[in-house]
């Protein structure tokens, strides 16, 4: 099956269709730091950098009948984070449309659209109604639901909303996950090296030796890799890190501590979250901002330890400042999640 890969990101998307047999021919990225991450990953693949606007210019001279388009259009709008823009009146959170008008002229066999689960929230669940409803009158029949990616062997609790399409034949259904283990924060860092706060070495040899399944897959037969590289917080906020327990939060910090928040009281439940070593991760999203610690050490993660909890393979190489790459790995599909739902389609296609 040939794939398109529209809103790519970095491309967790694109390797979980890899890693599933699917082989992405075009991706379309506007952001600079993503399309170079993109670009550098998947260096088969044609990577164009412009806005959707463009899209009804691309030129798909591929096999309609072994075609897949998918794609997340950006979610910050559909976040539960982002109260203020939650509503139809916010111009992004209608980007789905190029979405499904570059369905409308290429008509592939199959289409993914994937998304936040906070799209079944916003303004009562109309956007992924009529994303549905769209591809519907496209002559598609759809599957959806909420996936979760610790599920699919992913070291993290994410969901995500999948919708799986197929012209004019009925899809198979949402894969489950199976009775898979759950794979730990522990299961997946434990062989990386130990870091500082602000460290700043991109590259470093691991640690130990790759003693569980999870850790042996990411590494492969690397005795290095990139991504070592940790914000830099401020002397009061590292201060603050040794209060809070495995699992714990702001809650735990000595109120004394908190007085440079006006109502510490109304602090997000995910700020200063420390990662529970034996259980998945939470969402690791804007792990900067949210401050997300580190199971062990008094600092944030690295951008490898949160592309590892992702489920991106250590191989991987992502480009930009340490805020960009930060934002493309909590901005990502999990590749792993991605790979099942891509699995599932390649398993019914010509069925």
Known sequence: MIGIDLFAGAGGMSLGAEMAGVVTKVAVEMHHAAFDTYRHNHPECTVLQMGVEHLQNLSTPFPSQDLIVFGGPPCQGFSTSNQRTRTADNKKNWMFQAFVAFVKRTKPA???FENVRGILETE??????????????????????????ADFGVPQSRS????????????????????LPKVSVDDALHDLPSLSNGAGTDILPY????????????????MECSGHIVSRNADAIIDRYPYIPQGGNWADIPEEMMATYKDRTRCHTGIYRRLDAAKP???????????????????????????????????????????????????????????????????????
């Open 110 to 112: 199959w289409v993914i």
């Open 207 to 222: 640690s130990s030796e790759a003693r569980t399944d999870y850790a042996r897959r990411m590494r492969g037969a690397l």
């Open 281 to 351: 991760s939470v969402v690791i999203g804007n792990f900067r901002k949210n401050m997300l610690i580190h199971p062990h050490e008094h600092r944030g993660l690295s951008v490898r330890e949160a592309a590892r909890l992702q489920s991106f393979p250590d191989n991987f190489v992502f480009k930009g400042s340490i805020g960009l790459r930060q934002q493309q790995v909590g901005n990502a599909v999990p590749p792993l999640l991605a790979e099942a739902v891509f699995r599932t389609v390649v398993g019914a296609h010509g069925a």
């Open 124 to 149: 009562g669940g109309l956007f992924a109604r009529q994303i549905r409803k769209d591809l519907e009158q496209l002559g598609y029949r759809c599957e959806q639901g909420l996936l979760n990616a």
């Open 160 to 179: 995500r909303f999948f919708i799986i399409g197929r012209l004019n034949t009925d899809p198979p259904p949402l894969p489950t996950g199976g009775d």
